[in-house]
């Protein structure tokens, strides 16, 4: 029989080691899912417990979210025009379509910064339109004909007049949000009060003071600029009659000059500096007439979108979302507590050493707590 067998072949013989092996191994899974079992067992046993108490967790944040002061949010769109002067520079410069791909990066190409859409969303933060803000006069929310600056109806409160509109200064940059959207240069600003018509009639506000900006600031840029143009244009007249009347004497003096070489040569000279001064002329009155038409039309202008309106729904406090975290936080609180109370039942009735160096400690903490605030038995 022994003959018969494959001397290949070997048989695998299982050892007492390998089966102790598996028997811990599933001993061990077996405990896993026991003890996985046994927190769901727990959980649906206090389910009662468990629910009372995320419904009062809902409830508590509710009042909360009742109690708080509200706040309205309210949203206004608009664009600014950059004007031609720009539009021609980035032609002229080539840089029409970099601009377009750059501006998606923030950057701005082939022409003034001071006219792109960042630029206002960044104008609205700054300290000088704030103040104009808050010293702005606004109907009082809470009475009817009444009006007073927004600095007052925030209620803002300081050690002298300065101290408080820097405090409302702060305060109200907490409460407003601009946005540039990169793709189609639109800005949105978002200003935040508690009352609804107050809101709108602020973000209102605000697009107003950048009208006046490019009213007065602007216009005044475009005016200096035309100035300087027509001073250049005045000298460029002078220069172009200075060379005109030298060439004009040249040809008075010398009426043959054609028969020689060195007339001829000074009369060319002559003639070249008639023309470039007669092309710096025609150049600098045409940017004359340039300036003077964009003193009036290419001013940057705010192109308003959306307006403001009173928003119909609160902003802050989110009800629904206070609701659903204060019963979130119950459930979690709650079953937390069973767990809890569940493991140290066991303990105690295991009469397990652990558990009773848990009531130790716990006696322990509860005397230094007391002896903390003068209450030691």
Known sequence: MNSLRNPGSVESVESPGDRRADLTTSAETASSGQTILDAFNIVLRNRKLIAAISLLGGALFLLVA???????????????????????????SGLGGLAGLAGQF????????????????????????????????????????????????????????????????????RNVAAQVNSQTGIVELK?????????????????????????????????ERRRFVEERVADGERNLRQAED???????????????PQLVFEEGRLRRQVEVQQELYLTLRREYETA???????????????????????????????????????????????????????????????????????VGARDDLLALTGRRR
């Open 246 to 260: 030298l060439l004009r004497q040249f040809y008075e003096k010398n009426r043959s000059w054609q028969q020689a």
């Open 292 to 362: 003077r038409i964009e003193e009036v039309n290419d001013t940057p202008a705010i192109t308003v979108i959306d307006r403001a309106a009173p928003p119909r729904r609160r902003s802050e406090p989110n009800i629904f979302l206070l609701t659903t975290l204060g019963v979130f936080l119950g459930a979690l609180l709650s079953i937390l507590g069973a767990w809890g109370t569940e493991y140290a039942a066991r303990l105690r009735v295991a009469n397990s050493p652990a558990y009773g160096e848990f009531r130790k400690l716990i």
């Open 66 to 92: 009742l109690l708080l002061p509200p706040t309205y949010l309210a949203t206004t769109t608009f664009v600014p025009d950059v004007g031609s002067s720009q539009n021609r520079l980035a032609g002229l």
């Open 191 to 223: 200003v935040e009060t508690k009352d609804p018509v107050l809101s709108a009639l602020v973000a209102a506000r605000f697009v107003d003071l950048l009208n006046e900006f490019n009213a007065h600031t602007r216009q005044t840029h475009a005016r």
């Open 106 to 173: 923030g950057v701005t190409l082939g022409g003034d910064a001071s006219k792109s859409p960042r630029f206002y969303a960044d104008l609205v933060k700054s300290r000088e339109v704030m103040e104009n803000v808050l010293l702005t006069r606004f109907p009082v929310p809470t009475s009817s004909g009444d009006s007073a600056s927004l600095l007052t109806i925030m209620g803002t409160h300081g050690r002298d007049s300065l101290d408080r509109l820097q405090r409302g200064t702060k305060t109200l940059a």
